[in-house]
């Protein structure tokens, strides 16, 4: 039984194109794996990440703060403490801090002459009241102790609420 | 032993006749035990193509070619995405139950994977070596019980439900054989306490028995089939819930209360940004171990007589429906008889009162002659309009239907003008009075957060604007230099009214007058209404910062001013007054 050429050629190509289709498929099933593995590894990550969520709320919970505010002795805000931006006029960095607008506060600063560096940090971890009462006293000289990506409402009453409690 | 071979075929070529094919095609070469029919002739002895095997070959042939067909099928043809999409639904299913937030997307409730502890009997090697070594992470466990369970014949038995973290290492570390864990989905409630009436209660099973977990139940879990994963916002603000949450547990403490409530609502869109009820109770724990007492929730689901606060709404009716102005004169010289009932007033005057003074010094005899020029036709229906006849919950399924008199006659308009023998609940009178501060519109109140500006179209209105202006500035008069003194605050003026009432005698007619009611209702700011609160106290008792006085304007009046002085600045409220002027004050 003879073949002919072209004949032998047809059938070399074709064990040629299924043993290409195989390892194709091959490799198709290998990522497929990886991705149904991936897809494992995400729900794990999820639970893990709504796990992570809820225990950052019940942290940051406003009785929580509220209660490791009031060891540090602090107080609810009062109503004069809250202020416009337009209050802090005589306070540009601030002023231009709160209105969100890092550039205009970098400006400002450099505008202004340089602060005189800060006190050294007392090496030892300081007391609750010890630590409060720093930044109490350095925040009526410097009220723009807010960074610009504090919001604007809450820079406001944190950054007073300190230095209500010098008074 | 014996055993029956079939006998050996003589090996001298000579053919036998060819057997009969079976039904089962024996192999080649092998033989049949159970054929008897007798020697066979050995493979190999006749030609290539004989029959059998040609049949033989055809039968493997035919196999083979089924086999390659169907590896063929599976390597090249084979659906592609089985694996993913299995995988994507194990994503989505993850999620069983939406999310609870707050107004401003801050989580109130959430589902965790929590894992539960079994046990298997059957691999336990010392039931009461492992129920020490539980009781070491579980201490409020009962050896003896514990020690039945892991010696049961079964294969399962919880041992406990939904362990947290810690106790799930603890466990782990306790290295028993046959104890096991199996995933479960748990519900938390990462802010405690907070909210937690509205937020509900759920049995030991994990089920929602009470507070918006109920009454939303079927939105929570639409979740499971993939079609809203979306958080569930409620209207509430979380950070006001807590400063009314605190202060109201400040001051029923102080005044050893037997409960309280607190609303604040939106008076333009009916949206409720704090409710609280007191004792509070955590959503955290089953309500099987929760105190019966605190599961009420007093804001929706307790009625109360509320006293003079209904004041306000009688003046209101009376101002809308052109019978009153502010200055019209009433006589309060004599206690008012209607009937067989005398009606007396608490601080007396013994005067003519204008309708100012009748609601800064509380005067019943006062409200009780100005219902009578309203009637009390009129003034059923009004209170009617204004929701005090009807169970108002927002979207709670627990909710109290308010008590009301059987026939509105004289006696009863005219105790109903001043507050008694009628009991709603505190969120009624929030509503009420929100009606007044925003021009005279009643909406229904609501827990769930709206887009601005869509809920004035479900309102009915039922005060001309004029009349809920006047209104307001009476209660301001109420606050400024009434027996409100104490709700106001500092650059937020609040106007309200105080409500003292004496509780009807258990098991009998008449008030007990040791026992009673204090609350205040009110709205701030004053000159631009936004917010519409209510403060209750059940039974408070004088406290020696009151100088054992236990009236509305010494209880519950400051906690307004302490919450709305914390809260407006949370709410984007400005000072009335500004910054410098506020300073130079203090």
Same mark, same amino acid.
């Given at each position: 039984?003879?073949?002919?050429?072209?004949?032998?050629?047809?059938?070399?190509?074709?064990?040629?194109?299924?043993?290409?289709?195989?390892?194709?498929?091959?490799?198709?099933?290998?990522?497929?794996?990886?991705?149904?593995?991936?897809?494992?590894?995400?729900?794990?990550?999820?639970?893990?990440?709504?796990?992570?969520?809820?225990?950052?709320?019940?942290?940051?919970?406003?009785?929580?703060?509220?209660?490791?505010?009031?060891?540090?002795?602090?107080?609810?805000?009062?109503?004069?403490?809250?202020?416009?931006?337009?209050?802090?006029?005589?306070?540009?960095?601030?002023?231009?801090?709160?209105?969100?607008?890092?550039?205009?506060?970098?400006?400002?600063?450099?505008?202004?002459?340089?602060?005189?560096?800060?006190?050294?940090?007392?090496?030892?971890?300081?007391?609750?009241?010890?630590?409060?009462?720093?930044?109490?006293?350095?925040?009526?000289?410097?009220?723009?102790?807010?960074?610009?990506?504090?919001?604007?409402?809450?820079?406001?009453?944190?950054?007073?609420?300190?230095?209500?409690?010098?008074? | 032993?014996?055993?029956?071979?079939?006998?050996?075929?003589?090996?001298?070529?000579?053919?036998?006749?060819?057997?009969?094919?079976?039904?089962?095609?024996?192999?080649?070469?092998?033989?049949?035990?159970?054929?008897?029919?007798?020697?066979?002739?050995?493979?190999?002895?006749?030609?290539?193509?004989?029959?059998?095997?040609?049949?033989?070959?055809?039968?493997?042939?035919?196999?083979?070619?089924?086999?390659?067909?169907?590896?063929?099928? &599976?390597?090249?043809?084979?659906?592609?995405?089985?694996?993913?999409?299995?995988?994507?639904?194990?994503?989505?299913?993850?999620?069983?139950?939406?999310?609870?937030?707050?107004?401003?997307?801050?989580?109130?409730?959430?589902?965790?994977?929590?894992?539960?502890?079994?046990?298997?009997?059957?691999?336990?090697?010392?039931?009461?070596?492992?129920?020490?070594?539980?009781?070491? &992470?579980?201490?409020?466990?009962?050896?003896?019980?514990?020690?039945?369970?892991?010696?049961?014949?079964?294969?399962?038995?919880?041992?406990?439900?939904?362990?947290?973290?810690?106790?799930?290492?603890?466990?782990?570390?306790?290295?028993?054989?046959?104890?096991?864990?199996?995933?479960?989905?748990?519900?938390?409630?990462?802010?405690?306490?907070?909210?937690?009436?509205?937020?509900?209660?759920?049995?030991?099973?994990?089920?929602?028995?009470?507070?918006?977990?109920?009454?939303?139940?079927?939105?929570?879990?639409?979740?499971?089939?993939?079609?809203?994963?979306?958080?569930?916002?409620?209207?509430?603000?979380?950070?006001?819930?807590?400063?009314?949450?605190?202060?109201?547990?400040?001051?029923?403490?102080?005044?050893?209360?037997?409960?309280?409530?607190?609303?604040?609502?939106?008076?333009?869109?009916?949206? &409720?940004?704090?409710?609280?009820?007191?004792?509070?109770?955590?959503?955290?724990?089953?309500?099987?171990?929760?105190?019966?007492?605190?599961?009420?929730?007093?804001?929706?689901?307790?009625?109360?007589?509320?006293?003079?606060?209904?004041?306000?709404?009688?003046?209101?009716?009376?101002?809308?429906?052109?019978?009153?102005?502010?200055?019209?004169?009433?006589?309060?010289?004599?206690?008012?008889?209607?009937?067989?009932?005398?009606?007396?007033?608490?601080?007396?005057?013994?005067?003519?009162?204008?309708?100012?003074?009748?609601?800064?010094?509380?005067?019943?005899?006062?409200?009780?002659?100005?219902?009578?020029?309203?009637?009390?036709?009129?003034?059923?229906?009004?209170?009617?309009?204004?929701?005090?006849?009807?169970?108002?919950?927002?979207?709670?399924?627990?909710?109290?239907?308010?008590?009301?008199?059987?026939?509105?006659?004289?006696?009863?308009?005219?105790?109903?003008?001043?507050?008694?023998?009628?009991?709603?609940?505190?969120?009624?009178?929030?509503?009420?009075?929100?009606?007044?501060?925003?021009?005279?519109?009643?909406?229904?109140?609501?827990?769930?957060?709206?887009?601005?500006?869509?809920?004035?179209?479900?309102?009915?209105?039922?005060?001309?604007?004029?009349?809920?202006?006047?209104? &307001?500035?009476?209660?301001?008069?109420?606050?400024?230099?009434?027996?409100?003194?104490?709700?106001?605050?500092?650059?937020?003026?609040?106007?309200?009214?105080?409500?003292?009432?004496?509780?009807?005698?258990?098991?009998?007619?008449?008030?007990?007058?040791?026992?009673?009611?204090?609350?205040?209702?009110?709205?701030?700011?004053?000159?631009?209404?936004?917010?519409?609160?209510?403060?209750?106290?059940?039974?408070?008792?004088?406290?020696?910062?009151?100088?054992?006085?236990?009236?509305?304007?010494?209880?519950?009046?400051?906690?307004?001013?302490?919450?709305?002085?914390?809260?407006?600045?949370?709410?984007?409220?400005?000072?009335?007054?500004?910054?410098?002027?506020?300073?130079?004050?203090?």
């Amino acid at each position: 039984m003879t073949l002919s050429r072209s004949t032998v050629l047809g059938f070399a190509g074709l064990l040629a194109l299924a043993a290409g289709l195989y390892l194709a498929k091959t490799e198709a099933e290998r990522v497929r794996e990886r991705v149904a593995g991936l897809q494992e590894q995400l729900v794990e990550e999820r639970k893990a990440l709504r796990i992570a969520e809820a225990e950052l709320v019940w942290r940051a919970a406003p009785a929580r703060i509220e209660a490791a505010a009031r060891t540090l002795g602090l107080e609810p805000v009062v109503p004069g403490q809250v202020i416009t931006v337009a209050d802090l006029s005589r306070a540009p960095v601030a002023a231009a801090a709160l209105a969100g607008d890092p550039v205009a506060a970098a400006a400002a600063a450099r505008a202004r002459p340089p602060r005189p560096p800060p006190p050294p940090e007392p090496p030892e971890p300081a007391t609750p009241t010890a630590s409060a009462t720093p930044s109490a006293s350095a925040a009526p000289t410097a009220p723009a102790l807010a960074s610009p990506q504090v919001p604007a409402q809450a820079a406001a009453t944190t950054s007073l609420s300190v230095a209500e409690t010098d008074q | 032993m014996t055993r029956v071979l079939p006998p050996k075929p003589k090996a001298d070529g000579a053919r036998p006749a060819k057997p009969p094919l079976k039904g089962r095609a024996a192999p080649a070469g092998t033989y049949d035990p159970l054929d008897m029919s007798g020697p066979r002739s050995r493979p190999g002895t006749r030609g290539p193509l004989d029959g059998r095997m040609v049949f033989l070959l055809g039968c493997f042939a035919f196999g083979f070619a089924a086999l390659a067909f169907r590896a063929g099928q &599976v390597a090249l043809f084979r659906d592609v995405d089985v694996a993913r999409t299995s995988a994507r639904a194990a994503v989505e299913q993850s999620v069983d139950r939406a999310d609870i937030t707050d107004r401003n997307g801050v989580l109130l409730a959430t589902s965790v994977t929590a894992f539960s502890l079994y046990a298997d009997p059957e691999r336990i090697w010392d039931p009461v070596e492992t129920a020490r070594a539980l009781r070491t &992470v579980f201490p409020q466990m009962d050896e003896a019980g514990l020690i039945r369970k892991l010696s049961s014949k079964s294969r399962f038995e919880f041992i406990q439900r939904r362990l947290t973290p810690s106790q799930k290492r603890a466990v782990w570390e306790l290295a028993q054989p046959g104890l096991e864990f199996v995933e479960e989905s748990r519900r938390v409630y990462p802010q405690g306490q907070l909210a937690g009436h509205l937020l509900g209660l759920s049995n030991r099973d994990g089920d929602p028995v009470t507070g918006i977990e109920r009454a939303m139940n079927d939105r929570l879990t639409a979740a499971a089939d993939g079609t809203g994963t979306e958080p569930l916002a409620l209207s509430i603000d979380s950070r006001v819930q807590h400063v009314v949450e605190a202060e109201l547990d400040q001051a029923a403490r102080l005044h050893q209360a037997a409960g309280g409530a607190a609303v604040i609502l939106d008076v333009h869109t009916g949206e &409720v940004i704090a409710s609280a009820s007191w004792p509070q109770v955590d959503p955290n724990v089953p309500a099987g171990r929760q105190a019966n007492a605190a599961q009420v929730n007093r804001a929706v689901n307790a009625v109360y007589e509320m006293g003079s606060t209904f004041k306000v709404f009688t003046v209101a009716v009376g101002l809308n429906d052109g019978i009153l102005s502010p200055d019209k004169v009433y006589d309060a010289r004599q206690p008012l008889t209607i009937g067989n009932r005398r009606i007396n007033d608490f601080h007396a005057e013994n005067r003519a009162l204008t309708v100012q003074e009748i609601l800064s010094h509380s005067s019943n005899i006062g409200t009780a002659r100005i219902a009578a020029d309203i009637g009390a036709l009129r003034l059923e229906e009004f209170f009617g309009r204004l929701g005090l006849t009807a169970p108002v919950a927002g979207e709670l399924k627990e909710v109290s239907r308010p008590i009301l008199p059987r026939r509105w006659g004289r006696i009863q308009a005219a105790t109903a003008s001043y507050g008694h023998g009628i009991a709603v609940t505190p969120m009624a009178v929030a509503a009420g009075y929100a009606a007044i501060g925003n021009d005279g519109t009643w909406l229904r109140p609501t827990f769930l957060a709206r887009a601005d500006g869509n809920a004035a179209a479900s309102g009915r209105s039922v005060l001309s604007p004029i009349a809920a202006r006047q209104t &307001v500035q009476l209660m301001r008069e109420v606050v400024a230099h009434g027996t409100g003194g104490r709700a106001d605050v500092d650059g937020y003026p609040v106007a309200g009214k105080t409500g003292t009432a004496e509780k009807p005698r258990t098991g009998g007619g008449g008030y007990d007058s040791d026992r009673r009611v204090s609350s205040f209702a009110g709205i701030f700011p004053a000159d631009a209404p936004r917010y519409a609160i209510v403060v209750l106290l059940d039974e408070p008792q004088g406290a020696a910062e009151t100088g054992g006085v236990a009236t509305a304007g010494v209880t519950a009046a400051p906690v307004v001013s302490r919450v709305v002085a914390r809260a407006a600045p949370l709410l984007g409220l400005m000072p009335r007054r500004t910054y410098a002027e506020l300073s130079a004050a203090r």
